[in-house]
Each structure stands twice: as C-alpha cells, then as structure tokens.
C-alpha cells in the first residue's frame, strides 16, 4: 500500500482547518511531522492536493475528490480497531445540533445515550441549521440534528420527529387579549424571530406565505432566550419551537397566541454525508434519538 492512515489523518486535518499547525495540533504531532506525511502523499501519486494561498492551504480539485473516500476509510479503520481490542463498540461521536434541538432536545439525549454506552463520548457542537449543515459536508461533524430543510448533494437527509412552532407575546401586549389572530393583527404587530440561517426562520417564513414581505421585523436575533427577553420586556411578539417555550408559558412570563388558518408544524431532520462511512456509534445515536 502506498499511502497510510496517518497521512490520510493529516490530509483531513489540513483540510478542515486550512493549516498545518492546527492540524498537527489537533493530532498531536509536531508541525514537521505533519507537514512531511502531507508532502508524503502528495509526492508518491504525484498530486498536489492543495493550493497554498499565503499560510492557508486550500482544497483544490484533487483535495475535494479526495475528501470523503479518505473519511469514509478512516472511520471505517476506527470501527475495526475499536472491535479488535475489544473496547467500547462507540468511541467518539462528533454531533452537530442545531439551536432549538441542541438545548432543549440534544441535552437530555446525550446524557441517556452515554448512560446506556457509558464508555462513548459524545462532542455536541450547537449552531444554526446553515453553519450544522457546513460542518457536517466537510466532516468535521458526523451527524447533525437540524431544524431546516436542506437540498444538498452531498447530504443525506432523512425524518426524525414532528415539532411545532408557537406565537407568543408578554402578558400586558395589545394582543395577548385576542382569542384568535387575523392577518391584519400579524400585520400590525412588530416581531422579534430568528435570524436568516436558522431552521426556525425557515419555518417562520413558510407559515407566513403571503404576508412575509409586509411583516415589521423588528430584531432578528440569534439566541431563543434573547428573543424570549426582548419579547416579556414589550418590543414586540416572537415565534419558536413550542418545546423552548413551556417554562416560560407555565411561569405566565409568556402568553401564547392562537393563529390556526396558518400551518405552524415543521419536521426535525437527520443530516450526513453521503460519503460517510455509517459506524455503529452513528446508527446507535440515530436509533436512541428515534426511540427518545
């Protein structure tokens, strides 16, 4: 064989990170050590794998093609180690999730998941739909839970559970007295939602079919519980997940408000490359979610 697994471990490092010294570090190596196993590779096929443009190195044509069959056999190799030593049969999980899920969902999940394989452990990186599906197409992540639809070539998405979002308002709002909403009243409203990116925005947009362009947006925040803030302080009305809600509906921090002739139910998605080699973690972590 003219290549090892451990100069396909740095190639995937330097093209996640763009830079030897990160990638010796994420391994570590010394930069010498990982910068000769990449010169290495690329000498014996006679590629060039990446353009170096300053101090960053850039994935070319050949790095890209390269890419998900050299992850797809480094988890491959990570899979037979683990069975042939006999260790846990779930090593790392790196799990992307986004924000919705990954604090009022994802949480909950991973402390059940590693009860029952207490030998796993389990990176939980939380963002936006867009940034979960970035890191998911380039490997860094080997999974993610995600609250938006995607059409990407390289992923593959697949159901996993309902979900549905909500209107709410502070208790003293002009509206927080309407039995149920009309356009007129969304129209008058000021909002506080998500901001672009985010699978919750996404589903906003949809329920507001028509009517989106005419809305008064008056912040687009990133964080649920800086929207729920601004929405008790009086600036304005907000729509999340119902699940990020129950607390403060219970304290009566929050009122809900009825708007049924527009659909707020959406779905929750699993997303992974389509390259990706599917380990018994993954399939362990798809299941335990889908039984949760």
């Known amino acids: 064989m003219r290549f090892t697994l451990k100069q396909l471990q ?57 890419r998900s ?4 056999l480094i988890a491959a190799a990570f899979e037979l180690e683990s069975s042939l030593i006999g260790a846990s049969d779930i090593g790392e999980l790196k799990v992307g999730a986004t924000l919705t899920i990954g604090n009022y969902l994802a949480i909950g999940i991973m402390a059940a998941f590693i009860k029952e394989h207490p030998a796993a452990k389990v990176d939980l990186n ?21 609250e938006g639809e995607l059409q990407e070539a390289d992923l593959d998405v697949s159901y996993w559970r309902e979900d549905e979002l909500a209107l709410f308002c502070a208790p003293n709002h002009p509206l927080a007295s309407h039995r149920e909403l009309q356009d007129d ?3 008058s409203a000021d909002w506080i939602i998500r901001e672009q990116g985010s699978g919750t925005r996404q589903a906003f947009d949809r329920a507001m079919a028509g009517i989106l362009s005419n809305l008064k947006l008056r912040l687009e925040l990133q964080h649920t519980e800086g929207i729920k803030r601004a929405v008790e302080a009086g600036l304005g009305i907000g729509c999340l997940s119902k699940i990020t809600l129950e607390e403060a509906f219970k304290r009566g921090s929050l009122v809900p408000l009825a708007c049924p002739h ?20 993954v399939k362990s972590w798809i299941e335990h979610c889908k039984s949760t």
Do not use: C, P
């Open 126 to 146: 939380v963002e936006n739909t867009a940034s979960i599906a970035s890191k998911v197409k380039n490997f860094e992540l080997d999974i993610g839970l995600i």
């Open 185 to 187: 009243d969304l129209l």
């Open 69 to 72: 069959k050299a992850a797809a």
């Open 262 to 281: 527009r659909n707020w139910t959406r779905k929750f998605y699993f997303i992974l490359h389509r390259q990706k080699f599917l380990s018994h973690g």
């Open 10 to 66: 740095v190639f995937l490092a330097v093209a996640s990170h763009e830079n030897v010294s990160l990638a010796a570090d994420q391994l570590a190596m010394s930069q010498s050590a990982a910068s000769t196993a990449l010169k290495e590779l690329e000498h014996r096929f006679g590629l060039r794998l990446f353009d170096r443009i300053g101090k960053r190195l850039k994935l070319n044509e050949q790095g890209i093609a390269l």
